[in-house]
């Protein structure tokens, strides 16, 4: 089993900046990649960003590249998402999910078998 809690949530005007953490405990050495999905109201969940933890490899939705950065820190076994230049369509709720099922593709929901609670973001104009 893992576990995975989210904070970092919070309301921001336009432009500004957010840091979404996510603690792993439990299993994770099993972990093959983790990533951050959002959803907002009446939308499907769309994955934001992910990382294939071994190799340190990171990739991003066109929507947010060059304004998001996800990383790792193994020591502290904490995935963290810096939001840049937030904009109102950034507005979601925010989760963290984490995989040990090899060769998936990052951003899609079916892969990850473990999922936070979610953190909420809100973006105003």
């Known amino acids: 089993q893992v576990q995975l809690v989210e904070s970092g949530g919070g309301s921001v005007q336009t432009g500004g900046s957010l840091r979404l953490s996510c603690a792993a405990s439990?299993?994770?050495?099993?972990?093959?990649?983790m990533g951050w999905f959002r959803q907002a109201p009446g939308k499907e969940r769309e994955g934001v960003a992910g990382?294939?933890?071994?190799?340190?490899?990171?990739y991003y939705a066109d929507s947010v590249k060059g304004r998001f950065t996800i990383s790792q820190d193994n020591a502290k076994g904490t995935l963290y998402l810096q939001m840049n230049s937030l904009k109102p369509e950034d507005t979601a709720m925010y989760y963290c999910?984490?995989?040990?099922?090899?060769?998936?593709?990052?951003?899609?929901?079916?892969?990850?078998?473990?999922w936070g609670q979610g953190t909420q973001v809100t973006v105003s104009s």
């Open positions: 999910a984490a995989s040990t099922l090899y060769g998936n593709a990052w951003n899609t929901p079916l892969p990850y078998n473990y």
């Open positions: 439990g299993y994770t050495l099993r972990v093959y990649m």
């Open positions: 990382v294939y933890t071994r190799l340190n490899s990171t």
